[in-house]
């Protein structure tokens, strides 16, 4: 619970220390007089947003630090240890407003994201401020509520968690249907493009062998002549071949031998020599006879090389780069087959997304209805007296499955009927503003009951109430105060009259400042403070007895 709550130089509170108990301690004072910034200074060490404004005018800066003694087995002790901040079951909160900056977060000592604050804060204390009941003419504040009291945070998780996968499915669905005109527009255009080119096979191997071919054909003439001319040169002009050459200086060497042995080895460099110049002419002979002059040939190889030529012109690029825009047109048409493919792929994705969303919207459904059904009984039992009998308070749920939100497929309504035989209407149609007060506080009760935080803080929410339905909501309160600490700022006497301790909020103005101060009252001041309730400005001596008689003393 809290114990202590230490607040400088916020709003018009200068300094002011308070040490807090158990049970219900009750706020009250003067209108103005700060009763609520005590509360709003607390909201800030749980998390809420820090706004410059709040400093005091003659500070540099605010801070406020709260204290707490927390029990090692409760949620917000599981907590700090989980994150590595526990302190043997202290716990301190504290922040700190900048004038020129951003606010300091700090959990026992060590700085912290308003984040983890904020998500530690809850975990200690539950505030019901004094506008919950306009917040609950909002569908969405109705549905957020019945979820608190429902407690099924794993039911929520799953549905958001399936919710997002669901959305990003969706959008990726709808983006390949976005595209698939276009895909198929393109696809066509591929189709006939490939096609043309795998007619034609303008792979690398086979240009390379039809550029070959088509050069021994282009060259076929020429080389026929320079085998002729070879062929006289070596063999076939008798008086100047150089087979003849060869002969005739090789019989010279034989004769020569016969005189001198030495030349031996040039007769057998000349035979040899003969021999090679054998195996030459048979080579030319044979490469003159397989040689093939066919113009009708060259002819057909130059239409199928002109054809290459005409699809590189076509396409853009050159004859070399072909082959490689051939390749990437058969990748880029499997590509649009692989998008077809992923889109229907995605198609049974996103319906078994979608069924899995329905069936775990379909458990929070059935959750939410269950606690809408004990919620409403218990609101319409509570309000019987709060001066409201014969009221009735329905809770409508209303599932629309084609609504895939992250909170589920349902939206809430509350109907009241505030007076027998009154049909059911909307809460924001037929409650009076006092109405309204009482099923909001009513509502706030109960749910208050549900909740595992040690604190909870009513700030005014007894507004446009009083009389006898006043002392039921401090009998509720008081009640309430036995299971957990419970504070209360209010302008109701019987309601502050049912407080365990008694805080006033006073208010102190200077030539050029105004401070606001918190005083626990003993019990003679406490009378005085419910009498000024009672009886305003000019307090008597009835309106004193009536205030101890209010407090039983």
């Not at 977060?105 to 530690?120: A, E, M, Y």
């Not at 058969?330 to 692989?338: C, D, G, H, T, W």
Request: proline share 2%.
């Amino acid at each position: 619970m809290l114990s202590r709550i230490e607040i400088r130089n916020f709003a018009i509170i200068q300094c002011l220390d308070l040490d807090w108990s158990s049970g219900m301690t009750v706020i009250t004072g003067e209108t103005g007089a700060g009763k609520s910034i005590v509360i709003d200074a607390l909201g800030l060490t749980l998390g809420e947003r820090a706004d410059q404004a709040v400093i005091y005018p003659q500070a540099k800066q605010a801070e406020v630090t709260a204290l707490f003694d927390l029990d090692e087995n409760s949620y917000a002790s599981q907590w700090l240890v989980e994150q590595g901040l526990d302190e043997e079951g202290e716990c301190i909160l504290r922040r700190v407003v900048v004038r020129e900056g951003r606010s300091k977060c700090f959990i026992n000592g060590r700085s912290v994201t308003q984040s983890q604050l904020k998500s530690l804060g809850s975990l200690l204390i539950d505030i019901h401020g004094q506008h919950a009941h306009q917040s609950l003419l909002k569908s969405k504040e109705q549905l957020n509520l019945l979820d608190r009291y429902a407690a099924h945070p794993d039911l929520l998780n799953a549905v958001k968690k399936s919710a997002h996968t669901l959305k990003q499915l969706q959008q990726r669905k709808l983006t390949l249907e976005d595209e698939k005109q276009a895909r198929d527009a393109k696809r066509d255009l591929l189709i006939y493009q490939v096609e043309e080119l795998n007619e034609a096979n303008p792979e690398q191997a086979t240009l390379d062998s039809l550029e070959q071919e088509h050069k021994q054909a282009a060259t076929s003439q020429e080389r026929l002549q320079l085998v002729e001319e070879s062929a006289q040169w070596l063999h076939e002009n008798d008086s100047s071949s150089a087979l003849s050459a060869v002969a005739r200086v090789n019989d010279q060497i034989a004769q020569l031998k016969t005189m001198d042995e030495g030349v031996d080895n040039l007769n057998e460099i000349l035979i040899q020599v003969e021999s090679l110049l054998q195996e030459a002419k048979a080579e030319l002979s044979d490469y003159r006879n397989n040689l093939n002059c066919d113009p009708e040939k060259l002819y057909e190889l130059d239409q199928q090389l002109g054809q290459f030529h005409d699809l590189a012109r076509k396409h853009h690029v050159s004859l070399e780069q072909l082959p490689a825009h051939f390749k990437s047109l058969q990748e880029e048409l499997e590509q649009l087959e692989a998008d077809d493919n992923e889109l229907d792929k995605i198609e049974l994705e996103y319906q078994k997304a979608l069924n899995d969303y329905l069936k775990k919207s379909g458990k929070l459904t059935k959750s939410r209805q269950k606690t809408a059904n004990k919620l409403q009984r218990l609101v319409t039992e509570k309000i019987q007296g709060l001066a409201m009998e014969g009221g009735k308070l329905e809770i409508q749920l209303t599932s629309t499955e084609n609504t895939h939100s992250s909170v589920g497929v349902d939206s809430v309504d509350f109907l009241v009927s505030a007076n027998p035989g009154q049909p059911l209407q909307p809460l924001n149609k037929v409650a009076s503003g006092g109405e309204l007060s009482r099923i909001s506080l009513a509502i706030s009760v109960i749910t208050a009951e549900q909740q595992l935080v040690p604190s909870i803080i009513f700030d005014e929410v007894d507004v446009g109430i009083g009389g006898g339905t006043a002392e039921t909501v401090g009998n509720l309160l008081n009640q309430l105060a036995q299971k957990r600490q419970v504070i209360c700022v209010t302008h109701q006497p019987q309601v502050a009259a049912c407080g365990d301790n008694h805080l006033v909020a006073s208010k102190t103005k200077q030539l050029n400042s105004t401070t606001t101060k918190m005083t626990l009252l003993d019990e003679q001041q406490r009378i005085d403070e419910i009498g000024r309730m009672l009886g305003g400005l000019v307090v008597s001596e009835k309106t004193l007895l009536h205030a101890k008689e209010m407090l039983g003393v």
